[in-house]
């Protein structure tokens, strides 16, 4: 077993994995689900079934707050057992799943984790880029303190649910004129694609999922000068229900951007500090026969890495705890078909996007269903998120 790596790109299963499957051997994500209803336990995703970890003795509890506590190195053991538990060549339990395995289509996903905080960055300099173009100054899009330090706020956590959950169009006040407001159903719902980062410790990452930061535009362009986002942004944070951690990303770490001027000492991390993590964006009208494909891009873009966001998080001495979420900001490629938001996609509703079906949006209407998918590519395998959708529904 010394040689064993459970990230090894020839490993098999005897749960059966098709190549283009986000759940393979090699990634072994871990969520929290109900094989009956009341009944939450770890588990790990393998193919389109789960481990019950309860059942084999392996973890307890109905959140992974406690994995997420014990550190890397205990992260990378269980993995490493629960990797040749599954392994095609030790019939241990092959030959006798039991009630260790269940199909995924037949349990039921909840969050996993009990979240305490939650943190949303700024990190795309693409979409910081356009932002600031179009709500601030084009020639001089970026506020000087944007390459220094990765900006973020304070979120709500009580926002964040599962993928799945209906998408309430919210109401809020809403101005026409910036003088006056009225109260009334946003009218600039959009999405904002980004993964979430679970924290085990001030130092320590635990996972990523995939996270959708639905924005009302209008809400938020009223309200969050001078002091931030607030309403805007708190009736709802979608993420998916599997951690991928960062052991099983690690194959595919690739340097970020040069960062200019250089980062100060506390923001120094060695390369490659990115990830070649593919993400798309496809909505899907009520009335429409399948999903359009309406934006691709890749995580190796971010400027800020995920390492750089928790140094700067914890860079005054603020506790953090295991469990806390970091969003990573909307991520944005340098390309108008690789853009993050429909804000940006659709310009400030300048420029609308069409459809596969003919129709064409410029923000989301009731009815529309978004998801957000993401993964890494080997050679004959992914390491997928998974993915996190949701259907807008009317206020
Ligand atoms: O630059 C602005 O005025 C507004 C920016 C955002 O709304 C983006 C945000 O929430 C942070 C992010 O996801 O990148
Ligand atoms: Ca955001
Ligand atoms: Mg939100």
Redesign the pocket.
């Known amino acids: 077993m010394a040689s064993y790596h459970p990230n090894d790109p020839t490993l098999t299963s005897w749960v059966p994995t098709p190549p283009d499957h986000p759940f393979p051997l090699q990634n072994l994500p871990f969520g929290i689900f109900a094989p009956r209803p009341g009944d939450p336990r770890p588990g790990v995703a393998i193919g389109d079934h789960v481990l019950d970890l309860a059942e084999l003795g392996l973890l307890e509890g109905d959140s992974l707050n406690d994995l997420m506590a014990q550190g890397p190195a205990a992260w990378r053991d269980l993995r490493a057992k629960i990797s040749w538990l599954l392994n095609a060549g030790n019939p241990e339990l092959r030959d006798h799943p039991g009630s260790a395995l269940h199909r995924s289509a037949e349990v039921e996903l909840l969050l996993p984790a009990r979240i305490g905080d939650y943190v949303?960055?700024?990190?795309?300099l693409e979409?910081?880029t356009n932002?600031?173009s179009m709500?601030?100054d084009p020639a001089n899009p970026l506020l000087p303190n944007w390459r220094w330090l990765p900006?973020g706020?304070h979120g709500k956590s009580g926002t964040i649910a599962l993928s799945g959950t209906p998408v309430r169009r919210p109401k809020g006040q809403l101005t026409a004129d910036n003088q006056t407001a009225v109260y009334a159903p946003c009218r600039r719902l959009d999405i904002?694609l980004?993964t979430g980062f679970f924290l085990g410790s001030h130092t320590d990452i635990f996972g990523l999922v995939l996270l959708n930061?639905w924005?009302a535009?209008d809400i938020?362009r009223w309200e969050?000068q001078p002091l931030g986002?607030f309403l805007?942004?708190s009736f709802l944070t979608s993420i998916s229900p599997w951690v991928v951690t960062l052991d099983a990303l690690e194959p595919f770490r690739v340097d970020g951007p040069a960062q200019q001027p250089e980062p100060l000492p506390h923001l120094q991390t060695p390369e490659p500090r990115n990830y070649d993590l593919h993400l798309e964006v496809w909505l899907q009208p009520a009335s429409a026969p399948r999903a359009t494909c309406l934006a691709r891009t890749n995580f190796r873009h971010m400027y800020w890495s995920m390492s750089q966001q928790l140094q700067h998080l914890t860079s005054n001495g603020a506790p953090v705890r295991p469990g806390d979420l970091c969003?990573?900001?909307?991520i944005s490629g340098p390309t108008p078909d690789s853009y993050g938001?429909l804000l940006e996609l659709a310009w400030n509703g300048t420029r609308p996007l069409t459809l596969d079906t003919g129709e064409t949006r410029t923000f989301l209407e009731d009815g529309d269903t978004v998801t957000l998918r993401g993964w890494c590519q080997g050679a004959g395998y992914r390491i997928g998120l998974g993915d996190v959708t949701g259907q807008v529904v009317p206020a």
């Open positions: 949303d960055f700024y990190s795309s979409h910081a932002v600031g709500f601030r900006i706020y904002e980004e930061d924005s535009r938020q969050y986002p805007a942004k969003g990573s900001g909307t938001s």
